[in-house]
């Protein structure tokens, strides 16, 4: 994570926590932090919801059943998570994104999703 960038959201401000409680994050440190070795580029900070979690499932992606020994607890309705930018810019075009959190966002999401699709779904601007 040399790279600033990496440490920046995509409005370019100091990246804030995703959640604790799950603990999320590839460093699993509550922020969307990345780095080369992440080939998911899990960036974006969403606010799931069940139909983006059942979407993501059939798409084959579970995060509804816990795995203990990922220190996994399996998502729920309303959880904050960092996921993958690219299978979010898939639910954008399935129809089935959540809202997210910008602020909490990771500015290496800009190099899948551009800003402007991403502001339909921001839940943090004022």
Known sequence: MSD?????????????SCSNDPLTGWFRDGCCNTDEIDHG??????????????WSKS?????IT?????DFP??????SWCV?????????E???ACKIYLKKTNYRTLEIIPLEKLKKYGIDLS
Do not use: R
């Open 4 to 16: 600033d960038t990496f440490q920046k959201n995509v409005l370019g401000q100091k990246l804030e």
């Open 41 to 54: 580029v899990h960036t974006v900070c969403a606010k799931v919801t069940n139909e983006f979690l059942e």
């Open 59 to 63: 798409a084959g992606n579970d995060l």
């Open 66 to 70: 816990p795995h203990p020994e990922f």
């Open 74 to 79: 399996g998502l729920k309705e309303g959880d």
């Open 84 to 92: 993958c930018a690219g299978t979010y810019a898939q639910a954008i």
């Open 94 to 96: 399935a129809g089935t």
